[in-house]
């Protein structure tokens, strides 16, 4: 069920790319693979091993990447905005009939009503989310409300900060950012340094310089605590939600339908 509607343009070495995208992401959350690993153990205990997911926000399909290689009966919708990271995903999952990939801006009221499916398993995002303020995220997690079945569950993996700790936020935040520049004298690339390559791509130039049309430089949302995000969920029609797990900056926050 792969959607070629906005086509792959052959020449690119998907994969390197998909690697790529995943050491530069390394550089900021050392435990990525962590995060992940906690997310489909998750999907697994609560919808099992076949489930359909939507991988919201999916980037380059780093979360369906890894759902596929642990649950090969799964499915999964891809739906982002970016243009260069999606030429990656269908790229990389050309062919793929257990996957589908969907252009649609989050922020746009009807976004849904281009997705395949009117329910889903599992809604799973990770370090996406952060570049939407509070009021139109709580928008959105109604309209992930409303596509989760009974049952089924959303998870967000992202930078989820408690302002009462002022203190250890700042230490944790200055070793953090001490490794990050001993990994770039070792040659880590950084999130910049990552697009000026892709801007230098014969294939991923066009849309590298679409995506920043879209997006500028950055996009600055939000980064509520916990606690916030739990309760808009549960506000927004989630029976429980809660941390499943944590780094001192970061939380994989569940909730179940």
């Not at 550089?27 to 489909?40: A, K, V």
């Not at 399909?61 to 982002?80: C, H, K, W, Y």
Request: with cysteine.
């Amino acid at each position: 069920m792969t959607d070629t509607s906005a086509g792959t343009t052959a020449g690119a070495d998907w994969r390197a790319w998909q690697n790529s995208w995943d050491r530069q992401q390394e550089w900021y959350m050392p435990d990525r693979e962590d995060r992940f690993r906690i997310m489909l153990d998750m999907v697994e205990a609560l919808v099992g091993t076949a489930p359909r997911v939507l991988d919201l926000a999916c980037g380059t399909g780093s979360i369906t990447a890894r759902l596929l290689s642990r649950f090969p009966e799964a499915t999964s919708t891809g739906v982002d905005l970016d243009p260069a990271l999606l030429a990656i995903a269908r790229g990389t999952f050309e062919g793929d009939e257990r996957v589908a990939f969907v252009t649609a801006d989050l922020k746009d009221p009807d976004w849904t009503a281009k997705l395949p499916y009117d329910s889903y398993d599992a809604v799973l995002t990770a370090t996406a989310l952060h570049w939407l303020h509070r009021e139109p995220l709580a928008a959105l997690y109604g309209q992930i409300a409303d596509l989760v079945r009974d049952g089924g569950v959303f998870m967000n993996a992202d930078h989820m900060i408690d302002e009462t700790t002022p203190r250890i936020n700042a230490a944790e935040r200055a070793q953090r950012h001490a490794r990050m520049e001993r990994a770039k004298k070792d040659g880590a690339l950084d999130w910049a340094e990552w697009w000026q390559l892709a801007a230098k791509d014969p294939v991923l130039a066009e849309p590298t310089a679409c995506r920043f049309e879209i997006y500028g430089e950055h996009a600055d949302g939000d980064t509520p605590s916990a606690a916030w995000h739990a309760g808009v969920l549960r506000e927004k029609g989630f029976a429980e939600a809660r941390p499943v797990w944590c780094s001192p900056s970061d939380t994989l926050l569940l909730a179940l339908k």
